[in-house]
Nanobody
Framework: QVQLVESGGGLVQAGGSLRLSCAAS????????MGWYRQAPGKQRELVAH???????IYADSVKGRFTISRDNAKKTTYLQMNSLKPEDTAIYYC????????????????WGQGTQVTVSS
């Protein structure tokens, strides 16, 4: 069974920084793309940042220049460095992993983490 566990959320003042981590565990052979999404109260879940296996990235326009996604393949972990945070960044942040190949069965699946709350005060 594959699990994604996020950490690093919390309360921060506007202009501050946070670093989110998402660690994948379980019988994993390989992981494809990884990404971060967020969902604010009353709004739909939206893409924040996406990192492909070739290193290419996609960022939401609202976070470009402020957020950086990265990953450590050996640790099966992805990170989201968030700088110059704004109150509108307040949301639950979810980690996603695409095309996760199971170590034994070689089955492929997509997985989500449980989410971590980020609150930015003005």
């Amino acid at each position: 069974q594959v699990q994604l566990v996020e950490s690093g959320g919390g309360l921060v003042q506007a202009g501050g920084s946070l670093r989110l981590s998402c660690a994948a565990s379980g019988s994993i052979f390989s992981i494809g793309a990884m990404g971060w999404y967020r969902q604010a109260p009353g709004k739909q879940r939206e893409l924040v940042a996406h990192l492909n296996t070739d290193g290419s990235t996609i960022y939401a326009d609202s976070v470009k220049g402020r957020f950086t996604i990265s990953r450590d393949n050996a640790k099966k972990t992805t990170y989201l460095q968030m700088n110059s945070l704004k109150p509108e960044d307040t949301a639950i942040y979810y980690c996603a992993a695409n095309k996760v190949v199971h170590d034994i069965t070689r089955r492929i699946g997509d997985y989500w983490g449980q989410g971590t709350q980020v609150t930015v005060s003005s």
